[in-house]
């Protein structure tokens, strides 16, 4: 089994929060973590304390200084090829490709830019749209913040943006992990703060929004074994994203309800 998590730390940590959030990754002994909202300026702290534990093998987006990247760390080598992501608007920082050597798995750790920046959101949805048809017919993965997600299922009401750009991804053979097991249940994994635009304070919405998913293509779908979310650190305030936990079974064995789960509950 290897089991992959992904966590939005937020604005990277900071000197407080690291030792929860370290000691809350350790705890779920991951394979592999993607964090997004990771730093430089106390990177080599968590960094240095995942090498200590087993996840030796690292990469990183290269944030400047006190801006937000991405970050790998694994038990296994890892391999970075050429990055598919589009130079322009700052997008290098946002998106990071890893093989795992000797695993025959592709991930695709990503943090697509939120509506502030509406370019730079629709350039990123291009090259990932491009990219599912390039890997569908390999173990793939796409993880991280999306930013986005299903209309009345993945929030409250309609505001999410670029749903046609993850519709164009799912109908290329991509499942949402999450789905495959909990194809009808409501979870946030974000939630807007009361007063703000998501959540006007004249309103009873909660707020809350699936934005973290895993993006599974089609060859990776019968080897799911787990997709779910630990929602108690965001709750208890180590981070505003919940982690996402992703399974999968080494073996190919496959689940093979999953796949007809998948079928049965067309995400778009």
Request: proline residues 6%.
């Amino acid at each position: 089994m290897i089991r992959i998590i992904h966590w939005n730390i937020l604005h990277g940590g900071g000197s407080r929060r690291m030792p929860e959030i370290i000691l809350n990754l350790l705890a779920q002994k991951p394979d592999l973590i993607l964090l997004s909202e990771y730093r430089t300026t106390v990177g080599g702290q968590i960094r240095g304390v995942l090498a200590d534990h087993g996840l030796e093998h690292q990469r990183s987006s290269l944030p400047a200084a006190h801006k937000n990247g991405l970050m790998w760390a694994s038990r296994f080598p890892l391999e970075v090829p050429p990055s598919p992501a589009p130079a322009t608007h700052g997008l290098g920082t946002r998106w990071l490709e890893v093989i795992v050597e000797g695993h025959d798995l592709h991930l695709t750790g990503l943090h697509i830019p939120d509506d502030s920046r509406p370019a730079a959101r629709a350039v990123c949805w291009r090259a990932i749209v491009n990219h599912a048809r390039i890997q569908k017919d390999k173990s793939h993965i796409f993880l991280g913040d999306f930013n986005t997600g299903r209309h009345g299922l993945d929030e409250e009401g309609r505001t999410f943006t670029c749903t046609s750009q993850l519709g164009a991804v799912c109908t290329l053979g991509y499942a949402d992990a999450f789905r495959v097991f909990s194809p009808r249940a409501r979870e946030w994994t974000w939630k807007a703060p009361l007063g703000s635009r998501a959540r006007p304070a004249s309103t009873a919405l909660s707020g809350g929004f699936r934005l973290d998913s895993a993006l599974v293509s089609p060859p990776l779908v019968s080897r799911l074994a787990r997709a779910d979310y630990i929602h108690s650190v965001r709750k208890t305030g180590i981070s505003d994203h919940s982690a996402m936990v992703v399974e999968l079974d080494t073996a190919g064995s496959g689940k093979q309800k999953c796949v007809d789960l998948m079928r049965e509950t067309a995400i778009f």
